[in-house]
């Protein structure tokens, strides 16, 4: 049989609410901050404007900006500075009677004035790390088509992103799986941002972060600095805005996926604070209708961040991040809805900690952080067809963690950065896996996992920044990392290189080694998993970016990754352990002895075209190739359950005006690798049995799906609304997620 996504419509009511003819007198406030983008010092003197306006504003002593009394609407601002590249932020909406944050960093400029005519950028450049890095402000997070308010599934038209299907948001990142990715909030790590967790990964299907409070999110799909260690393909790093420091604000959120609110306002002695909570309410809606034996997962998430300055050089801050989801599907629901297994689920997760920001001064900066994070699973699953208690599922898995980075500016040409980190990890199993058949329908025994492992993790690493002329920037990074639980200790080396041709056109290459220790889950089932090799990935990258015009640039990228020493399992040679999170739902299943034989390899070609909002119009276009491959432990190479080979994605949108917004995304891409069941052998045993002869020899149909959107703004004297209209999957494709 075939399970099929449907159409997924969000719906949020529009208000018929007349547009009143002094709408226009009603305004608000621009305030920021103006930042050199390497060493953090404030700018002073530079120049604000708000295009399309009179108004505008210098920076003062502490590089703050305060522009008052602009009519409602969204706008572009420009900041210039005499040896500075000039940069434009787009999509600045203004509210009536509302203070809005904006931080900008700017980059110093290494090329001589008569060389080239310097315009005005609308894309933040990072000389240190330029392969494979795309960033994004709030409002192009918040207005993305088919998003569901779930910065992962934002990021998903990228082409570095492979689409698997619509159930979850799980980033697959150039043949990674779901493990290889890490997420920092304010530069605290967090281990997973998305609601019902698949346990050791970093995928789900809701993301747990509201981005009503995200200032702007920078992802990096491979080649990134020593900076980051333990993971094999992706960063991403998410930056929290400021509560209004001025006075208390309120906003009430109600859409598809839930609802809730923030508040935010300021602390005596110039701090902050920001506080969002919300919760599903699909459960409430479906007692209320009775529509039977429908499953309805519940889950809720609060996001805390509060800022206070010591001094004008020193500041700290507070984040916490925590969620609970909870998802009880009985027998009666399982057999209706055709599922495999039925139960009981509770999961919480938490992360909370501070941070010391410090400019010693316009040359020496440093961040430190300590934070404390958990993930509590409570989990019962029971097999439909039987009734066998299949997992018994009680872990807690937590992490004590400390960063602390240093950057220091020597001079125009050179500088390093240098960091410390440590983790103690603590986790706690007492899990319970029946007597079942594995994926090939060979017999597995009962297995008892009662144990508390912990290990600690200790990492460093250095950045030398070299800027030998003013065209060429050289990255030199090198990291070392140990973990205590099997005595890893692990050298990576990377470089990275930018060349700026002119001021339109750029190369840039990376190349690097990257480890990631294998999850406790797995690692601690078995003491012989301690004799095992460090997963690594090699990473090599070039690419071209081009400007197009002064908002549309043009990037074209070629990557391979070699992976080796991944765990395999001798009793199944021809499957890959790692994929197990994406086909088996998690490491429940016993392997009795592991090696670390397992290779993958990964390459394409990535092209993508961006467009900023310059004027009424914005989008991004991106289409890739890459092939995705494993060899098992009987030596033969075969696909891996990622590889659509062909992506292509189109997305934008048109703002007419201040008030109206109308946007669109449409994917398609190549159908992913799939095992076809053996037939004979599933009836013998009442279950799905994969057909070891053909192991990812089959493909599943294309995806393609489209999403659209429309946003209408209100104006009030001391309030703001937006109200939206989106459809997922529109012409209603039925995209096959997967068959048993």
Excluded at 499 to 518: C, H, N, P, R
Excluded at 607 to 635: C, E, H, P, W
């Amino acid at each position: 049989m075939k399970e099929k996504i449907f159409s997924f419509y969000t719906l949020a009511f529009f208000l018929v609410i007349p547009n009143m003819s002094f709408a226009q007198t009603y305004t608000g406030t621009i305030r920021g901050k103006v930042i050199d983008t390497e060493t953090k010092s404030p700018i002073v003197g530079a120049t604000v404007m708000v295009l399309d306006t009179k108004l505008g504003s210098t920076t003062n002593t502490e590089g703050a900006f305060n522009i008052q009394n602009i009519p409602v609407g969204s706008y572009s601002v420009r900041v210039n500075f005499i040896g500075y590249l000039p940069l434009t932020k787009t999509d600045i909406i203004v509210r009536s009677q509302r203070t809005t944050e904006v931080e900008v960093e700017i980059i110093e400029t290494s090329l001589e004035s008569n060389e080239v005519v310097v315009t005005a950028g609308y894309f933040n450049e990072r000389p240190d790390e330029p392969t494979s890095v795309t960033s994004m402000s709030y409002e192009e997070i918040r207005r993305a088509p088919g998003s569901g308010g779930d910065v992962s599934r934002i990021i998903l038209g990228l082409p570095s992103l492979a689409k698997v299907n619509d159930q979850s948001n799980s980033l697959i990142v150039r043949g990674g799986s779901p493990t290889e990715n890490a997420f920092f909030i304010d530069g605290i790590e967090v281990p997973n941002i998305n609601h019902f967790p698949t346990q050791g990964a970093t995928g789900g299907p809701i993301g747990i972060i509201n981005v009503d409070l995200i200032n702007d999110v920078t992802f990096s799909a491979g080649g990134f600095p020593a900076t980051y260690g333990d993971k094999l393909s992706s960063v991403m790093e998410l930056s929290l805005r400021e509560g209004n420091k001025e006075k208390y604000d309120t906003q009430l959120d109600l859409n598809f996926a839930g609802f809730g609110g923030t508040a935010e306002g300021p602390f005596s002695g110039g701090g902050s604070f920001l506080l969002s909570m919300r919760r599903s309410y699909l459960d409430l809606l479906v007692k209320t209708i009775d529509i039977g034996t429908s499953i309805v997962p519940t889950y809720g998430d609060v996001n805390f961040k509060a800022t206070y300055p010591l001094s004008s050089k020193h500041t700290v801050s507070i984040l916490d991040i925590f969620s609970d989801d909870h998802n009880n599907p009985d027998a009666a629901a399982a057999v209706e809805n055709k599922m495999i297994f039925y139960g009981n689920q509770d999961i919480y997760e938490n992360t909370a900690g501070i941070t010391w920001r410090a400019l010693w001064n316009n040359n020496i900066y440093s961040a430190a952080s300590l934070s404390y994070s958990f993930s509590k699973y409570k989990e019962d699953w029971f097999e439909t067809n039987s009734d066998v208690h299949i997992v018994r599922n009680r872990s807690y898995e937590g992490a004590i963690q400390f960063r602390s980075t240093m950057h220091f500016k020597i001079d125009d040409r050179n500088t390093i950065e240098a960091g410390i980190e440590g983790k103690n990890l603590s986790n706690e199993y007492d899990n319970a896996y029946s007597a079942y058949t594995d994926a090939l329908g060979d017999s597995t025994a009962q297995f008892i996992f009662n144990d508390n492992p912990g290990a600690r993790k200790i990492g460093a690493y250095v950045n030398y920044i070299f800027n030998p002329f003013s065209r060429l920037t050289l990255t030199f990074g090198s990291r070392w990392d140990y973990f205590s639980f099997n005595k890893a200790s692990v050298f990576s080396p990377r470089l990275a290189a930018l060349y700026q041709l002119s001021e339109l056109t750029s190369l840039k290459a990376s190349t690097g080694i990257y480890f990631q220790d294998i999850p406790l889950l797995l690692l601690a089932q078995n003491e012989t998993n301690k004799n095992l090799k460090t997963p690594r990935a090699v990473h090599y990258i070039i690419g071209i970016d081009h400007l197009l015009t002064e908002s549309t640039k043009l990037s074209v990228e070629v990557y391979q990754k070699d992976y080796d020493s991944f765990p395999l399992d001798p009793s199944q040679p021809s499957l890959f352990v790692m994929d197990e999170l994406f086909y088996r739902y998690g490491f429940f299943f016993n392997h009795n002895s592991l090696t670390d034989k397992g290779k993958a390899m990964s390459r394409g070609v990535e092209i993508m075209l961006q467009k900023k909002l310059a004027q009424n119009f914005y989008g991004l276009a991106s289409a890739s190739y890459s092939t995705v491959r494993y060899r098992g432990d009987d030596g033969v190479w075969r696909n891996r359950v990622f590889d659509n080979r062909i992506i292509f994605s189109i997305e934008g949108g048109y703002k007419p005006n201040s008030e109206w917004e109308f946007s669109a995304r449409w994917i398609f891409a190549g159908g992913v690798p799939y095992t076809p069941l053996d037939i004979a052998a599933s009836q013998a045993l009442n279950r799905d049995v994969l057909d070891q002869t053909r192991i990812n020899a089959a493909r599943m149909p294309d995806y393609h799906s489209l999403n659209i959107r429309a946003d209408k703004r209100f104006h009030f004297v001391n309030s703001n609304m937006v109200t939206y209209l989106s459809i997922w999957n529109a012409y209603n494709r039925k995209n096959v997620a997967s068959y048993f």
